[in-house]
């Protein structure tokens, strides 16, 4: 009986700005398209138009849920198609910082689709600070990691912007 007076616990809205869920959306936009090979196009439309996830939750001790029907489109799209149009530069740029036994194809699916979304950013996005673009996917990371990746990340976003922009 006493289950039944407790209220039941409901998932809390985070509250995160658009740019930022943007750079998620295009992080599980790219993860989906590497695990499933989802075409570019049906990928952007599931997103922008709604018809894929317009809120994920996370696995976290307060079980944040977050709403991405508020995010950036245009940030989001531009993420998306500026990475696939320059996947051989930036894959490239990436293995370069990353361990010689660490090549792309070896690292994290997850991992690679936060390295390629912030390497895009890096690369091409020159209205953007660097050190904005490095803690957003940090800070984003850490939705999905909580060890040695979110420090990985940040090396190899912070030695890609060193090589060319000053930071």
Same mark, same amino acid.
């Given at each position: 009986?006493?289950?039944?007076?407790?209220?039941? !616990?409901?998932?809390? #809205?985070?509250?995160?700005?658009?740019?930022? $869920?943007?750079? /998620?959306? &295009?992080?599980? &936009? $790219?993860? #989906?398209?590497?695990?499933? %090979?989802?075409? $570019? %196009?049906?990928?952007?439309?599931? *997103?922008?138009?709604?018809?894929?996830?317009?809120?994920?939750?996370?696995?976290?001790?307060?079980? @944040? #849920?977050?709403?991405? +029907? +508020? =995010?950036?489109?245009? /940030?989001?799209?531009?993420? /998306?198609?500026? =990475?696939?149009?320059?996947? #051989?530069?930036?894959?490239?740029?990436?293995?370069?910082?990353?361990?010689?036994?660490?090549? @792309? &194809?070896?690292?994290?699916?997850?991992?690679?689709?936060? *390295?390629?979304?912030?390497?895009?950013? =890096?690369? !091409?996005?020159?209205?953007?600070?660097?050190?904005?673009?490095?803690?957003?996917?940090?800070? /984003? +990371?850490?939705?999905? *990691?909580?060890?040695?990746?979110?420090? @990985?990340?940040? &090396?190899?976003?912070?030695?890609?912007?060193?090589?060319?922009?000053?930071?």
């Amino acid at each position: 009986m006493q289950d039944e007076q407790q209220p039941k !616990k409901t998932k809390k #809205q985070k509250t995160v700005p658009v740019r930022s $869920l943007s750079r /998620l959306a &295009a992080v599980l &936009a $790219l993860y #989906q398209m590497d695990i499933a %090979g989802t075409d $570019l %196009g049906i990928i952007v439309d599931e *997103f922008v138009n709604a018809k894929g996830p317009s809120a994920i939750s996370l696995d976290s001790d307060e079980g @944040m #849920q977050i709403d991405l +029907s +508020s =995010m950036d489109t245009d /940030l989001f799209q531009d993420i /998306l198609h500026g =990475m696939v149009a320059n996947q #051989q530069e930036i894959d490239k740029k990436i293995h370069e910082k990353l361990n010689v036994d660490w090549p @792309m &194809a070896r690292v994290d699916t997850t991992l690679r689709a936060i *390295f390629r979304a912030g390497g895009y950013e =890096m690369l !091409k996005r020159n209205d953007i600070p660097p050190k904005v673009i490095i803690n957003e996917y940090v800070e /984003l +990371s850490k939705a999905f *990691f909580n060890g040695r990746e979110t420090n @990985m990340i940040n &090396a190899v976003l912070d030695s890609i912007a060193k090589d060319i922009r000053a930071l």
